[in-house]
């Protein structure tokens, strides 16, 4: 046992090998039967069943080495040897099977490092639009709120009024402004001191946006004269 472990004796390997030679022997005996039947077949049909019973054998005897020959390039071409000890890799893939076979234990695999990606470039950030108001004579303020100066999603306080109100309330508000108005409207979006919201911030975005598809112009205080 210790000899076998010692030059990496395979039990897997020596099973298969018995397999294979009972296949090739099969194959022989199987090359034989057609062989001496085409054979017969033949001496009956071209010379009445008069030909020696030496070429009768010679004729069995090669038709089987030769569909043994087939058997075994067909068990023995998967490239895996005919040893018992690796078949027909690699010195080191021989070495590694050994190896294993001895301590019951798999050699070590060894993987390829990926490549370091390199990182996905920032993307700019989507700033409200900017557009310069016609007049100041009809326009409407809106100071936007934030942190805890925030209820219930009413970030926008009109410039007449005092109670924080919804996107909702605002449209609705604009727009009666808007039909009221003989001028073009304009709004002015405009930030706290303390608790300033960031000009991507959806609460803006999405007040400026609808504004600019309303035809109402809108600024923020740097451009705002």
């Not at 018995?18 to 005996?29: D, E, P, T």
């Not at 893939?93 to 001895?102: F, L, P, R, V, Y």
């Not at 005092?162 to 609705?172: C, G, H, N, Q, Y």
């Amino acid at each position: 046992m210790t000899l076998f472990a010692f030059v990496g004796f395979n039990p897997e390997r020596f099973a298969q090998l018995i397999v294979n030679v009972l296949a090739i022997g099969g194959g022989f005996f199987i090359g034989q039967i057609l062989s001496g039947l085409a054979a017969w077949l033949l001496d009956r049909w071209l010379t009445g069943g008069r030909s020696p019973l030496g070429l009768h054998r010679t004729i069995r005897y090669v038709g089987g080495a030769t569909l043994a020959v087939l058997v075994a390039l067909i068990v023995f071409g998967h490239g895996e040897g005919w040893t018992l000890f690796g078949g027909g890799g690699s010195g080191a893939q021989n070495q590694a099977a050994g190896e294993q076979s001895a301590n019951g234990t798999p050699p070590p695999v060894t993987t390829a490092t990926p490549p370091p990606t390199s990182p996905m470039p920032e993307t700019e950030p989507i700033l409200a639009p900017r557009v310069v108001l016609p007049t100041q004579a009809n326009q409407v303020q809106v100071l936007m709120l934030g942190g805890e100066d925030v209820r219930n999603q009413r970030f926008y306080l009109l410039d007449s009024e005092t109670t924080p109100k919804t996107l909702t309330e605002v449209r609705s508000f604009l727009m009666q402004r808007k039909s009221a108005s003989k001028s073009d409207l304009g709004l002015l979006i405009r930030f706290p001191a303390t608790n300033i919201l960031p000009r991507t911030h959806p609460a803006v975005v999405m007040l400026s946006q609808w504004a600019q598809d309303h035809g109402i112009a809108v600024t923020f205080p740097a451009e705002h004269p």
